[in-house]
């Protein structure tokens, strides 16, 4: 199953990119978006601890636009969005 | 009345004003109107800024600003008040302005009390991002606030 993920702010510098696709086998849950995306990471920036804490404070939001938690599930081809920690006005 | 939109450079070649909020916002029911411009100032932590550039989920902006428009008018009981929000998205140098929020209420305490719910609410609710360039050429993106629901 592919799932997209839309980046925002500092995430698509980080992913030098503005969409992610990645292949999960099954359906997955929120949870386990965000901890491929800190194994990427990982092998990218050799465990950098900023990046890492940014996407461990980060928020989901569902196609719906609605925030969802970890445990939110997608079941089928989806996109979803990592929303950093905001700051605007 | 409520109008709200992302200024954004790539798409249209708006630019944020104050001319387009009094329209919107004159009432004549309204004894009180106000207005609220964030502007790009030149030092933030002691670094000199040369301008930022803001990057926003302009639909979930939306939705936000709304939100947070229609609890405003709850939590304060008003009937004829105007509101008018724009927030740029990409660069804006030193100086010029990020952000608009006007405001037309009946009296002027009311218009005071919703001009400050909604722009200390856009700073922790509204999914924009600021990242900071500065004269030394470096820039970083601004920490914020985590929005996570666990």
Redesign the interface.
Known sequence: MKIKIKLFGNCKDIFRASVLQINFAKSTKVKNIRNKLIEIIEKKYSSNKAYKDLIKKSAFCSERDEIVNDTYVLNKDKMISIIPPIGGG | MFHAAIIDPLKSKKKINLIRAEKFIKNYDAGASIFFV?NIRKNNNNKNVSGVA????D???I?TFKKIYSEGIKKFKLKKAKVFIE?AKGYVPLGKP??IIAVSCKHRSEAYKLSRYL?EQ??????????EYYKNQKSE??????????
């Open positions: 964030g803001y990057d926003a989920f639909r979930l902006v939705k927030h990020s952000i722009i856009i700073k922790i609710r509204a999914p924009i991002w600021k990242k993106w601004l920490k914020g606030t985590s929005i996570r629901i666990k």
